[in-house]
């Protein structure tokens, strides 16, 4: 399997280069999401990719937004491929990779919800006893299972800027009362329902973000990428254990293979070495057959 570190498609305008995926302009109403095979960490591009990491995060969001589609709509199109894409030879490149997305207009603000004590999260409650101002019981351990799934906004940062926690009176501020509401509730549902069906699968989705954006009519729409490795962090169920870090099918292990170098975290980022890719690919592919297959 070839990696996608760049789509090269010249029939459609190119809108934007994230970090991971390039989106090109259809028409008034639709767009073409190319999740490629780039990898970033601490916000910076790695220079190599990681083979077939672009169609698993593209497979495993299109299976979320179908199964969840009872609790919210999402931005999937009904177009085909070659409905927007003549050559045949563009289409190839990009088959696995592709998502057709209507354009929605998309809201400030991502939606995190924490359903264990890890990370940012771990520190805020190390120092205050609470996760972005939400008070939790005393006691609890790294990697401990939150009484309840607990909802954390962000707002979104610039390009080459880090997301910022922000309370949910600022969300308020941002989108209005109504649709602050509205994500904080979805969002919560879509992680309770998502995180309980994963566990049957053997993962446990620990937090996860979500995007989202109102159509013409200004209804609340699922956007972006949904419960993916890249979104989310997974555990495997089965090597769980409260007070240790678990091992992780995320880029966590991208980061912490970083973390080992003498290397200041700004681009240009390092050549990762292939025993490296391997092992994170391998990751990649196994959250794909626990949840999918």
Request: proline fraction near 5%; aromatic fraction near 8%.
């Amino acid at each position: 399997m070839k990696s996608l570190h760049t789509s090269h498609i010249k029939s459609l305008p190119l809108l934007h280069k994230g970090k991971v995926r390039d989106i090109y302009d259809i028409d008034d109403d639709h767009m073409l999401i190319v999740t490629t095979d780039r990898i970033s960490a601490f916000d910076v591009v790695m220079p190599n990719a990681i083979t077939g990491k672009g169609r698993i995060l593209n497979d495993v969001t299109i299976f979320w937004m179908k199964k969840l589609a009872h609790i919210i709509p999402n931005q999937l199109s009904n177009l085909k491929l070659e409905d927007v894409l003549a050559d045949a030879n563009e289409r190839a490149e990009i088959a696995e990779h592709a998502m057709i997305v209507k354009k929605l207009k998309a809201l400030p603000i991502e939606a995190i919800v924490r359903g264990y004590l890890i990370g940012s999260g771990w520190k805020d409650y190390q120092a205050t006893g609470a996760v972005c101002g939400i008070q939790l019981p005393a006691g609890l351990q790294l990697a401990d299972k939150l009484p309840e799934p607990i909802y954390t906004p962000s707002s979104k940062a610039a390009a080459g800027q880090h997301d910022e926690n922000i309370d949910f009176a600022k969300t308020e501020e941002l989108v209005g009362k109504d649709i602050a509401a509205q994500v904080r509730d979805v969002s919560l549902q879509l992680y309770k329902e998502a995180s309980t069906y994963a566990l049957a699968r053997g993962i446990i989705i620990a937090d996860t973000k979500f995007e989202f954006g109102l159509d013409k009519d200004g209804k609340l729409t699922l956007i972006d990428e949904v419960l993916t490795p890249d979104s989310s962090r997974f555990w495997p169920a089965d090597q769980y254990q409260p007070g240790i870090s678990p091992p992780s099918f995320d880029k966590q292990f991208i980061r912490d293979y970083l973390e080992t170098l003498d290397w200041n975290k700004t681009a240009p980022g390092p050549t990762l070495p292939d025993e490296i890719i391997k092992k994170s690919a391998e990751k990649y592919q196994q959250a794909r057959q626990l949840l999918l297959e």
